[in-house]
């Protein structure tokens, strides 16, 4: 059974950088894309970014752009998101998961996400 634990949210002032991980256990993590969604008080969940298995290649959700970085670390299991210049409105739950489309609706299989919370 798959099992995904993201960690490294908190609370950041406006301008900040946080740096999520995921460790993903229960599969051949290596073979997969990994991506990272979002979902704030109210809205729906949302695509952020993805990276395919060897690391070389990597999409973007236009309001991220220039601010956030995916990476991975395919000897541990992990797929990083580096985010830069945070804004108030970065504010939300942050979620990896496995796999490339960028349709949250896709997947049925979450981790428990964590909370990020940019604010003054």
């Known amino acids: 059974q798959v099992q995904l634990v993201e960690s490294g949210g908190g609370l950041v002032q406006p301008g900040g950088s946080l740096r999520l991980s995921c460790v993903a256990s229960?599969?051949?993590?290596?073979?997969?894309?990994m991506g990272w969604f979002r979902q704030a008080p109210g809205k729906e969940r949302e695509f952020v970014t993805r990276?395919?298995?060897?690391?070389?290649?990597?999409y973007y959700a236009d309001f991220v752009k220039g601010r956030f970085t995916i990476s991975r670390d395919n000897a541990k299991n992990t797929v990083y998101l580096q985010m830069n210049s945070l804004k108030p409105e970065d504010t939300a739950v942050y979620y990896c998961?496995?796999?490339?489309?960028?349709?949250?609706?896709?997947?049925?299989?979450w981790g428990q996400g964590t909370q990020v919370t940019v604010s003054s």
């Open positions: 998961a496995v796999g490339g489309s960028t349709r949250p609706y896709d997947y049925d299989n």
């Open positions: 229960g599969l051949s993590f290596s073979r997969y894309d």
């Open positions: 990276i395919t298995p060897s690391g070389r290649g990597t």
